[in-house]
Nanobody
Framework: QVQLVESGGGLVQAGESLRLSCAAS????????MGWFRQAPGKEREFVAG????????YYADSVEGRFTISRDNAKNTVYLQMNSLKPEDTAVYYC????????????????WGQGTQVTVSS
């Protein structure tokens, strides 16, 4: 059982940056592909970014491509989401998730989830 704990959320103005972190409890962290999702009020949870086991391959939702960067540090059992040029429409609860396969964009394809961290972007 992998436990994931997100941190780094907060309230920022449009155009500013935030970096989210997700710490994993397991030393087998490097065995999992990781992803970030977000869920805005009244909307379904949506894929944001994914990264493979070694951090050498990443992929993004079109809405964040070029503004967000996912990375990981397997020595620290941590995955990051650097968010630049934030927009009000980025406001959501952000979740990290772990998967046994690489490349998934669907919620059901991920095996473990964190509790989420709130990101609010004011205009």
């Amino acid at each position: 059982q992998v436990q994931l704990v997100e941190s780094g959320g907060g309230l920022v103005q449009a155009g500013e940056s935030l970096r989210l972190s997700c710490a994993a409890s397991e030393s087998t962290f490097s065995s999992y592909a990781m992803g970030w999702f977000r869920q805005a009020p009244g909307k379904e949870r949506e894929f944001v970014a994914g990264i493979n086991w070694t951090g050498t391959s990443t992929y993004y939702a079109d809405s964040v491509e070029g503004r967000f960067t996912i990375s990981r540090d397997n020595a620290k059992n941590t995955v990051y989401l650097q968010m630049n040029s934030l927009k009000p429409e980025d406001t959501a609860v952000y979740y990290c998730a772990a998967a046994m396969i690489y490349g998934p964009r669907k919620v059901r394809q991920y095996d473990y989830w964190g509790q989420g961290t709130q990101v609010t972007v004011s205009s």
